[in-house]
């Protein structure tokens, strides 16, 4: 059974849903599932935009054989070469040997290692950046891409219509499930969360890179009517689309979407957690409610490092393991420091019975390994759980943050 939309008069999106993935890249947990979005230009010749992971393979075929009806697929154009888009491109060749695959150097290498598309020789058509190619009525030029999210990647603009078909960039997890469009879905309210996580978590890294391609297209904006995204829903040019290039911009220049406070606690026995608990309800006393709690031990990290791209201000609270850091609050500082995260204000608190040394570690790691992170005076020290003293630390800690939040 056919499952397809039509995004334009001749373009189709064929692509699949995937809901039985729990683990993107076997990583991140995706509860609302994933799209693997592909499209299918009818012009003078048909042209497949980019294929779907394996898993949604058998869907895929049936899409495109109901699309074409009988046409000759005549081009497989490969934005992207990661497998959850290029492994279904040999199932594609084999039901379709008159294709010829569009694609850049890096990409064609890629292919051939990850054993794809190993039959290709004389059907391979090579482009590099600003080169343009006519499919009949509709002409497209191709913009290199690299790292956003490999070094192959790359977008490509249909210069007839205004379609960016825009690989990774603009994507999110959540399946779209029948949806095509992102002002079909209740995008801020349910979608946000999961795009940031996506985004930060897949390419936070590349940064610069992200600001490279958001320039450019800045540069022809006038000219983008639609952006097609290898994952979740389609963005026409409108307002909503300019809010999410916005959020783009700030998560790949590092900067809080909001000022919030984002606490995160490792406790062992609930001693640290009563004292995160008490720090909360002392910000919600002084009136400022726009934080969040989470427990590392229990919250998967993809989440943690979404929500420290939202907030500008951090709380960190760990107790002290084997002389160190708590091993998941650990792992959390090295994938702030893996995604290039910086920019961010954060307060400590330890926690250690006869030698806390978290704090130090905490405060060395963010000033020594990571960019830009400035670490708020008045750290909270407890010994075992909260007394007297660390009462009037986290009073202090309170005033300090609301302070820095600029809410006096
Ligand atoms: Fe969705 Fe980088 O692949």
Redesign the pocket.
């Known amino acids: 059974m056919h499952c397809v939309r039509k995004v334009t008069d001749d373009l189709y999106w064929v692509g699949a849903n995937e809901h039985r993935l729990h683990l993107?890249?076997n990583i991140h947990p995706i509860p609302r599932g994933?799209s693997?979005n592909s499209y299918l230009l009818l012009d003078e010749k048909t042209v497949l935009f980019d294929t779907v992971d394996w898993a949604g393979c058998r869907q895929f075929l049936e899409n495109i054989e109901y699309v074409l009806d009988g046409r000759p697929l005549d081009y497989l154009l490969i934005n992207?070469l990661?497998?959850?888009?290029a492994g279904s491109i040999d199932e594609i060749l084999i039901r379709h040997p008159e294709t010829s695959i569009i694609s850049n150097e890096k990409a064609f290498m890629l292919m051939h290692q990850f054993g794809f598309h190993i039959d290709g020789e004389g059907r391979d058509i090579e482009v590099k950046e600003g080169d343009t190619f006519s499919f009949g009525a509709h002409n497209v030029t191709f913009v290199s891409a690299p790292m956003v999210?490999?070094p192959e990647?790359m977008v490509t603009l249909d210069l007839t219509n205004g379609v960016l078909f825009s690989?990774?960039a603009f994507?999110t997890f959540g399946a779209i499930d029948g949806h095509l469009f992102a002002d079909e879905v209740p995008f801020q309210e349910e979608w946000l969360d999961d795009a940031r996580r996506y985004l930060t978590n897949?390419?936070g890294k590349y940064g610069p890179h992200i600001q490279r391609l958001l320039g450019i297209a800045a540069s022809v904006l006038d000219k983008i009517k639609i952006v097609c995204p290898?994952?979740g829903p389609v963005w026409r040019a409108d307002e909503n689309l300019l809010w999410f290039i916005d959020k783009y911009d700030k998560w790949s220049k590092y900067e809080p979407e909001e000022k919030g406070v984002l606490i995160v606690y490792a406790s062992m026995y609930g001693n640290t957690e009563a004292a995160v608990m008490a720090l909360a309800s002392k910000l919600s006393q002084r009136g400022h409610n726009n934080y969040k709690v989470y427990d590392v031990s229990s919250t998967h990290v993809s989440y943690l490092i979404s929500e420290t791209f939202k907030y500008s201000h951090i709380v960190l609270a760990s107790v002290t393991y084997n002389l160190g850091v708590y091993p998941p609050m650990l792992d959390y500082l090295h994938d702030m420091k893996a995604l290039n995260l910086q920019k961010r204000t954060v307060a400590v608190i330890e926690n250690g019975s006869w030698a806390p040394k978290s704090g130090d570690l905490i405060e060395a790691f963010l000033n020594n390994e990571m960019k830009e992170m400035t670490v708020l005076s008045g750290r909270v020290t407890i010994n075992s759980s909260v007394n007297e003293s660390a009462e009037r630390e986290l009073e202090e800690l309170a005033d300090t943050l609301v302070e820095s939040l600029g809410e006096e």
């Open positions: 993107f890249e994933v693997y992207h990661e497998p959850d888009h999210h490999w990647a690989a990774d994507g897949i390419v290898l994952h």
